[in-house]
């Protein structure tokens, strides 16, 4: 199961059933999960650790330092979940000290060609990013969201839940959970529909859809709204309330050409 010309340094652990191709490197300090299958000239390296079934494709690099100034040699972390799929030349980078230490990704994401993952990233589960897709460091990825092609992510960014970002964009303030956006700079552009029909009850949607009406299309301050909603009893409307509350680089508006969230 492990090429013969792959290199696997003494102290790295590896699970039962994994698969390791030719040229692949594994570092001392990296630990494998059950079941992975780690492709052709690969590279697992740093303090690393990988769960279980995953698939990292040819001339990935995991692990390897931070692309940050202030990195001095530190031992941090990254830390994947399981079943995600790494696609080539992905390049995921450890935390950093100045944070806490560690990037981790969740279970069941898709990462697709020459994304990017900087320092201190978290990301959530069933994500995907598509090619060449950049989160910049500290950048917190919610569940189920969607970063489109060739978007970049600014630095200390929080992306909700089911959120979806269109392709292109450069996303520099944070964007609420269930929203979709794009642009250049990234604006509101509505609900990400097609994600939320697929996983919560109309009801639920409804009520969200009222939400962002008051939030983001009736010229409301946005915090006074966000308070309001904050005590709905709709887990899914306090939730995006909750998120307005707490941001800390803004919320950009909704663009105004960008159609009805009823479509």
């Given at each position: 199961?492990?090429?013969?010309?792959?290199?696997?340094?003494?102290?790295?652990?590896?699970?039962?059933?994994?698969?390791?191709?030719?040229?692949?490197?594994?570092?001392?300090?990296?630990?494998?999960?059950?079941?992975?299958?780690?492709?052709?000239?690969?590279?697992?390296?740093g303090k690393t650790?990988?769960?279980?079934?995953?698939?990292?494709?040819?001339?990935?690099?995991?692990?390897?330092?931070?692309?940050?100034?202030?990195?001095?040699?530190?031992?941090?972390?990254?830390?994947?979940g399981d079943g995600?799929?790494?696609?080539?030349?992905?390049?995921?980078?450890?935390?950093?000290?100045?944070?806490?230490?560690?990037?981790?990704?969740?279970?069941?994401?898709?990462?697709?060609?020459?994304?990017?993952?900087?320092?201190?990233?978290?990301?959530?589960?069933?994500?995907?990013?598509?090619?060449?897709?950049?989160?910049?460091?500290?950048?917190?990825?919610?569940?189920?969201?969607?970063?489109?092609?060739?978007?970049?992510?600014?630095?200390?960014?929080?992306?909700?839940?089911?959120?979806?970002?269109?392709?292109?964009?450069?996303?520099?303030?944070?964007?609420?959970?269930?929203?979709?956006?794009?642009?250049?700079?990234?604006?509101?552009?509505?609900?990400?529909?097609?994600?939320?029909?697929?996983?919560?009850?109309?009801?639920?949607?409804?009520?969200?859809?009222?939400?962002?009406?008051?939030?983001?299309?009736?010229?409301?301050?946005?915090?006074?709204?966000?308070?309001?909603?904050?005590?709905?009893?709709?887990?899914?409307?306090?939730?995006?309330?909750?998120?307005?509350?707490?941001?800390?680089?803004?919320?950009?508006?909704?663009?105004?050409?960008?159609?009805?969230?009823?479509?």
């Amino acid at each position: 199961m492990i090429h013969q010309t792959a290199i696997i340094e003494d102290g790295a652990t590896i699970g039962e059933g994994v698969k390791i191709g030719a040229y692949a490197y594994i570092g001392a300090k990296v630990t494998i999960g059950d079941g992975c299958e780690i492709g052709n000239s690969a590279q697992i390296v740093g303090k690393t650790t990988i769960g279980k079934k995953n698939r990292i494709f040819s001339h990935a690099v995991i692990g390897s330092i931070p692309q940050d100034l202030k990195y001095n040699g530190e031992e941090t972390e990254l830390i994947m979940g399981d079943g995600n799929t790494v696609r080539e030349f992905c390049l995921f980078n450890p935390g950093t000290v100045q944070d806490k230490g560690v990037t981790r990704l969740g279970d069941n994401s898709l990462f697709m060609a020459y994304v990017h993952i900087a320092h201190d990233c978290v990301v959530g589960n069933n994500c995907i990013l598509a090619n060449n897709a950049t989160l910049a460091g500290h950048v917190e990825l919610g569940n189920y969201a969607v970063v489109g092609g060739m978007t970049p992510v600014h630095q200390f960014v929080k992306v909700g839940e089911f959120a979806m970002l269109g392709g292109a964009s450069a996303v520099n303030q944070d964007i609420p959970p269930y929203c979709l956006a794009e642009g250049n700079r990234a604006h509101l552009r509505g609900l990400n529909l097609v994600g939320l029909r697929r996983h919560i009850a109309r009801s639920d949607l409804d009520a969200v859809k009222k939400a962002y009406r008051e939030l983001f299309l009736k010229g409301r301050i946005l915090k006074e709204a966000a308070e309001e909603l904050s005590k709905s009893d709709n887990s899914y409307v306090a939730n995006i309330a909750k998120f307005c509350l707490e941001t800390k680089r803004g919320i950009p508006y909704h663009q105004k050409d960008a159609g009805t969230i009823d479509e």
